[in-house]
């Protein structure tokens, strides 16, 4: 009779760990920044200055690498064909959440006014959501500010 209570002891208490050791975790993307992703852009007197949506993919590198990228208002300060390249340091713990700095640069494409214009960002990533500042410099008319943004993956 001890041999079957030790055993049934034995199995409950495996099983419990088994649970508590597992984690059903539905978006595999919480430890990192991939997705796709919505930005908008207020100017220094919290006024909408612009937006646009991104597919972002960390790299093994900590490097991010956006595809897919539009802008959703019409500033004329990027034409199709911009770039971007990011970086993502993760901090905080791995158990559904993320924590940590991120910078993203959008480069104008080389050809036209246009390319000569840069959007750099800085934040914080928290979970599903990145904040920070934004500068944008350029030669164009209208191509230059600053403010804070928020990015909400899709």
Same mark, same amino acid.
């Given at each position: %009779? ?18 508590? $050791?597992? #984690? ?28 646009? #949506? #991104? ?44 924590? $940590? ?16 214009? #840069?959007?750099? %960002?800085? $934040? ?22 600053? $403010?804070?943004?928020? %990015?909400?993956?899709?």
């Amino acid at each position: %009779m001890k041999q079957l209570a030790a055993t049934l002891l034995f199995a409950i208490l495996t099983l419990g760990l088994i649970a508590c $050791g597992s #984690t059903s975790n539905k978006n595999n993307n919480n430890a990192n920044v991939n997705g796709n992703w919505t930005a908008s852009l207020t100017d220094s007197n919290n006024n909408p200055a612009f937006g646009f #949506t #991104t597919t972002l993919t960390t790299n093994s590198d900590n490097s991010v690498t956006g595809t897919n990228l539009r802008i959703t208002t019409d500033d004329g300060c990027f034409s199709q064909g911009a770039t971007e390249t990011g970086s993502f340091s993760l901090t905080g713990n791995f158990n559904g959440n993320v924590n $940590g700095g991120f910078g993203l640069q959008i480069q104008g494409a080389a050809t036209g006014a246009s390319g000569n214009n #840069t959007l750099n %960002m800085q $934040g914080q990533v928290k979970n599903s959501t990145i904040t920070g500042t934004w500068t944008l410099t350029g030669l164009q008319s209208g191509c230059t500010g600053s $403010g804070t943004f928020t %990015m909400n993956r899709q």
